[in-house]
């Protein structure tokens, strides 16, 4: 079974700090893609990373794909308000040959003024 | 809007009731999902439609939920006897379904959800 977890479950930072959260598996994924919800809506993809060990930047977003293809993390740098709330990471199933994604359970992250 | 939309945004019952949940799909999206997100968790799988079918329905609970897409665009998930145990916020994603290889994604953009409390 393909199981995503995801630590810190919660981060409270004070705005203008860096922080990385991280999304592990035992499991080896083609692709892994983080998304971010805000309260009240659905979430939203940020990135799709694919490579063993690409890092692919979105502003002060850096994103991280694992050698081998299991984990991937997540830098925030120089935090902002506008960065609160929950980050998932997901990835495909396997056993589907359609656009099924497995997500983890989540990082909410509140970073405060 | 162009997006998602779901309606009801809430939806409170009382146990045992029936319950519709409507999702409107982005125009020309073929491909439609169901998630039931729980407090503190991240999106669950409940069903996929590909045109007017159910191509998979594996995460669906049990007998009591039940989805149709009848044209191939709006789609209805349906829970009867409803329990509290069925509270949470039901998401609604759609995408155009490509073909393509196997580190191919077709983003799923997601609806704002119900939020079904069941009392």
Redesign the interface.
Same mark, same amino acid.
């Given at each position: 079974t393909q199981l995503l977890e995801q630590s810190p479950q919660f981060l409270s930072i004070q705005e203008g700090e860096n922080l990385t959260v991280y999304c592990n598996s035992s499991s080896v994924f083609s692709s892994l893609q983080w998304y971010r919800q805000e309260p009240g809506e659905g979430p939203v993809l940020l990135v799709t990373v694919v490579t063993g060990g690409e890092v692919k930047k979105l502003k002060r977003l850096t994103f991280q794909f694992g050698d081998a293809r299991k984990d991937s993390s997540l830098h925030i740098t120089a935090a902002q308000p506008g960065d609160t709330g929950l980050y998932l990471c997901a990835g495909p199933d396997k056993k589907t040959s359609y656009d099924k994604v497995i997500f983890g359970p989540g990082t909410s992250l509140s970073v405060i003024p | 809007g162009a997006g998602?939309s779901q309606t009801p945004s809430n939806k409170v019952t009382e146990k045992g009731k029936y319950v519709e949940l409507r999702c409107d799909p982005i125009s020309g999206h073929t491909?439609l999902?169901w998630y039931r997100q729980s407090l503190? /968790?991240?999106?669950? %799988?409940l069903i996929?439609f /590909?045109g007017t079918g159910a &191509?998979?329905d594996s995460g669906l609970p049990n007998d009591r939920f039940f989805a149709v897409r009848p044209e191939g665009s709006v789609s209805t998930l349906k829970i009867q006897r409803t329990e509290r145990g069925d509270s949470a916020v039901y998401?609604c &994603?759609s995408?155009l379904?490509l073909a393509g290889g196997?580190?191919d994604?077709?983003? /799923?953009f %997601?609806?704002?959800?119900t939020r079904l409390t069941v009392l």
């Open positions: - | 998602v491909a999902y503190g /968790q991240g999106p669950e %799988f996929y /590909q &191509a998979d998401l &994603a995408s379904r196997p580190t994604y077709n983003e /799923q %997601f609806g704002p959800g």
